[in-house]
């Protein structure tokens, strides 16, 4: 069974920093690529940031510059590293892994970012 488990979330005063982490267990990760995504309140979720099996990365226009995307295959887990946060970041973030040829997706559970003085 495929779990992704996100922690690192909570809340932060605007200008500050969180590190997210997402850790995956029962999936060969490094063949996975893994994203991340948030949620704010009455919206679409959206893609953040997203790190492919070979490394690269892409970001939202809203965030490039301040995040950045990692991962390190021997624990298995992917980071997201967020600077100069702003209220507009507050959101529930979602980690994700996909293989796109096999069909295979899955979700984290979610962790909550709140950015607010």
């Known amino acids: 069974q495929v779990q992704l488990v996100e922690s690192g979330g909570g809340l932060v005063q605007p200008g500050g920093s969180l590190r997210l982490s997402c850790a995956a267990d029962g999936m060969t990760f490094r063949f996975y690529a893994m994203g991340w995504y948030r949620q704010a309140p009455g919206k679409q979720r959206e893609l953040v940031a997203r790190?492919?099996?070979?490394?690269?990365?892409n970001y939202a226009d809203s965030v490039k510059g301040r995040f950045t995307c990692s991962r390190d295959n021997a624990k298995n887990t992917v980071y997201l590293q967020m600077n100069s946060l702003k209220p507009e970041d507050t959101a529930v973030y979602y980690c994700?892994?996909?293989?796109?040829?096999?069909?295979?997706?899955?979700w984290g559970q979610g962790t909550q970012v709140t950015v607010s003085s």
């Open positions: 994700n892994g996909e293989r796109k040829f096999y069909k295979q997706e899955y």
């Open positions: 790190i492919t099996s070979d490394g690269s990365t």
